[in-house]
């Protein structure tokens, strides 16, 4: 378990130390080390935008630093120690150890510090604060419940772990009534949290080493962090889930349920998709069924969507207002995102791109693309993330691969992990054959990728880049290749 991650189980926040940074009615200087990290450059920019300065570091050079470098924040391209000086506040991610040395130089300076969860915790202020946890759903959760918010004219103030397709920044500053945060049970650190609602998406294995490998650690902080739901406040909770069912009588707040289980406070009754848009058919706990338009595929979705629902209607919002809304979603960047046409042989192929990097979220995606197009192929292409969850996933991860149509996998992204022998991405090519998918290709250098594919895929096909690490950059390049051929014809 990480130093970080024992700072967050023990819950011991010192609120104070940021609230000499607040308000910003004078300049303040705030330096986020691992600014680049989508949570890091949405915190960093909220307070950009209430007035304090602002700077940072990141050894990765990615579209979130390149957003914060365009608003004028400085962004240095290394850790140093020499970038600490005159600094008021000092905010660190969990990527950032005891050893890097800005952290050291801040320390060594007695400068105030804070994990990132405990930033976020202080600057939660408004009347009623909602914070979405779970292991997966909790970008695209966060997303709906502030969309349908903001399409009320509640203007919500919200902090996302991702971003809506129809904007560029992570946050937005509404008014005081309402904020939206995605929290992150990864490194503990939503336990820094106190949320007025609390959404539950779910309880999975995953960030293990946190919870020294103990799914019933990691049960316990979820418990933990429903305690620290106020008296007014509530829990939306998804039943389906058996460890959240397991846990739901022992939380002390007011619980709302939601699922496809017959004892659900709010249950789904039905569902149908057609390509990228589903309508669901959902009971609420006065015997009423209503119609629910998703803007999204997967009854995932669907699930994800009726917490916001829940959330619009309990304060006030009309059912149709938020109807209205789940219908408009824009959906979110890099999930089952649709990049365009990849040229190929004899025709085209539908390109999307998904952040997903557990087997769990590889098989709602790999389901909701085959029920979009039941008769196309689907291909996915998959770089695995981390070794430690290609360890201890792997026997999952070979179950959900082999029901692809064709599958490409990459070298694993190491997210600073040292390699582990059995857990790189050839083992898991060979366990996928072994398994009995026999359509699988393995690429070492993501720069055969494209070579690869223009192999593999054919006409009319749906091409998925799977994970979270640097293979987004590949579908711009892919999609290159569409307006190369185009223009060569």
Same mark, same amino acid.
């Given at each position: ?15 104070? @130390?940021?609230r ?17 990290? @989508? ?44 970038h ?37 915790a202080?600057? =939660?202020?408004?009347?009623c ?12 959760? +966060? ?8 399409k ?10 991702? @971003? ?8 937005? @500053? ?8 995605? +929290? ?28 020294e ?7 316990d ?32 707040? #007011? ?18 998709q %057609? ?50 809304a789940? +219908?408009?979603?824009?959906? =979110? ?10 040229s ?13 990097h ?6 709602v %995606? ?13 291909? =996915?292409?998959?770089?695995?993330h981390?070794?430690? #969850? ?16 064709h599958?490409?996998? %990459? ?39 494209? %070579?690869?594919?223009?192999q ?34």
């Amino acid at each position: 378990m990480s130093d970080n991650a024992k700072v967050a189980l023990k819950n011991n926040a010192t609120p104070e @130390i940021i609230r000499a940074c607040f308000p910003f009615n004078q300049p303040k200087t705030v330096f986020f080390s691992g600014i680049g990290g @989508i949570g890091m450059s949405g915190l960093a920019e909220l307070l950009h935008r209430q007035g304090a300065t602002v700077l940072g570091s990141d050894v990765s050079c990615n579209s979130s630093v390149q957003h914060l470098k365009k608003m004028g924040i400085t962004v240095f391209d290394s850790h140093d120690a020499a970038h600490i000086h005159d600094i008021d506040l000092f905010v660190y991610s969990s990527a950032i150890d005891k050893k890097n040395p800005e952290r050291k130089a801040a320390e060594a300076q007695s400068i105030p510090m804070q994990l990132r969860g405990e930033l976020l915790a202080e600057v =939660m202020q408004a009347d009623c604060n909602i914070a979405v946890a779970g292991t997966h759903g909790k970008t695209t959760t +966060s997303g709906l419940i502030a969309w349908v918010l903001e399409k009320a004219d509640c203007k919500p103030t919200f902090v996302i772990g991702g @971003i809506l397709r129809d904007r560029e920044s992570p946050i937005q @500053i509404g008014e005081n009534r309402f904020f939206v945060a995605e +929290s992150d049970e990864s490194d503990a650190s939503f336990l820094f949290l106190s949320p007025t609602v609390a959404v539950f998406t779910n309880i999975d294995s995953d960030h293990m080493e946190t919870y020294e490998h103990n799914f019933d650690r990691l049960k316990d902080s979820f418990l933990k962090f429903s305690r620290n739901i106020p008296a007014n406040g509530f829990a939306v909770v998804c039943i389906d889930d058996p460890a959240l069912r397991d846990i739901k009588n022992k939380m002390h707040c #007011r619980v709302i349920t939601y699922g496809e289980s017959a004892d659900a406070d709010f249950q789904l009754l039905q569902f149908h998709q %057609t390509e990228l848009k589903s309508e669901c058919v959902i009971r609420t706990p006065d015997q009423q069924q209503i119609v629910l338009p998703v803007n999204l595929p997967g009854k995932h979705n669907a699930l994800n969507a009726m917490t916001a629902f829940i959330i619009a209607t309990h304060y006030g919002i009309a059912a149709a207002t938020a109807c209205h809304a789940l +219908s408009t979603f824009p959906g =979110m960047g890099r999930r089952f995102h649709f990049r365009g046409e990849m040229s190929v042989s004899q025709g085209s192929a539908l390109l999307f791109d998904d952040y997903g990097h557990h087997p769990v979220e590889l098989r709602v %995606t790999l389901q909701a693309a085959k029920a979009a197009w039941p008769n196309r192929r689907v291909i =996915m292409v998959f770089q695995p993330h981390r070794y430690t #969850r290609t360890r201890d996933l792997l026997v999952d991860f070979v179950d959900v691969l082999k029901t692809a149509d064709h599958v490409v996998l %990459t070298e694993v992204y190491a997210a600073s992990e040292n390699k582990i022998e059995g857990a790189d991405g050839l083992a898991l090519f060979h366990a996928v054959k072994q398994a009995g998918q026999q359509h699988v290709d393995f690429v070492l250098q993501l720069s055969e990728l494209e %070579t690869v594919l223009q192999q593999v895929v054919k006409p009319n096909d749906v091409v998925i880049l799977q994970g979270a690490g640097n293979i987004v950059t590949m579908s711009e390049n892919l999609l290159r290749v569409t307006t190369d051929a185009k223009t060569a014809v």
